[in-house]
């Protein structure tokens, strides 16, 4: 039991650190394609990769986590850099394409910690679940706002409902059938596969249509 929660722990850092580098790549890739400076790939990488977690720190009235951790900010930065390199470079075409996917496994590995976070916590199975939508989904509704473009939380993707989706399982799995690590990987992989299929397959929630 007690290697099982040292093991669970470790893996939760390590996606978290995981989940804030494939976020931050994202940020920089919108940067790329608004043909911004470093400074600005700096700045997108690092709310994209830090947002949603900062908002559920302090809804739940915890430290944030940065704060803390000074890394988080350094794998910000780094993967900023690294991405404005390779695209000054020429090294990393069609910035749209890898967004999407590069935005997906972020949402899944965000989707999980935002629930496990707010679990710890003694917040309620509710909160949990909302909880994983904003650690999941507020990094890139900053982003976009800063970037100028059509929030991608607020269209008729299959978005949030992905985070919505793997929060359920998560909860579900750990709250109430008490398998920590199979509600990980289990909401993780539902996450980034609702995603993913609507990304294939351009799959949209119903919407008012103007006349």
């Known amino acids: 039991m007690f290697l099982g929660i040292i093991v669970l722990s470790t893996a939760l850092q390590w996606l978290d650190y995981f989940g804030t580098a494939v976020f931050a790549i ?38 944030v986590f940065w704060i803390q951790n000074s890394e988080y900010l350094l794998i910000t930065v780094v993967m900023a850099v690294l991405t404005f390199i390779l695209m000054a470079q020429k090294r990393l075409d069609h910035p749209s394409r890898w967004l999407s996917w590069a935005d997906a496994v972020g949402l899944a590995a965000f989707c999980v910690i935002g629930a496990q976070t ?28 800063l970037a100028g473009e ?3 939380l607020l269209h008729r993707e299959i978005y949030a409902t992905a985070a919505f989706s793997g929060a359920i399982v998560y909860v579900l799995l750990a709250e109430y059938v008490g398998l920590p690590v199979l509600a990980m ?15 294939v397959f351009h799959w949209h929630l119903p919407a008012v249509r103007r006349h």
């Open 150 to 152: 059509p929030p991608m």
């Open 118 to 145: 707010a679990l710890t916590t003694g917040a309620s199975s509710g909160i949990a679940v909302v909880m994983a939508i904003m650690t999941a989904a507020f990094g890139g509704l900053i982003r976009d706002v």
């Open 26 to 63: 994202s940020g920089a890739l919108v940067a790329g394609r608004q043909r911004m400076d470093l400074m600005g790939f700096m700045v997108l990488a690092t709310v994209t990769g830090i947002g949603g977690g900062t908002v559920r720190d302090l809804l739940l009235d915890r430290p």
């Open 185 to 199: 990987i289990t909401g993780f992989l539902v996450t980034l596969i609702v995603r993913g299929l609507g990304i």
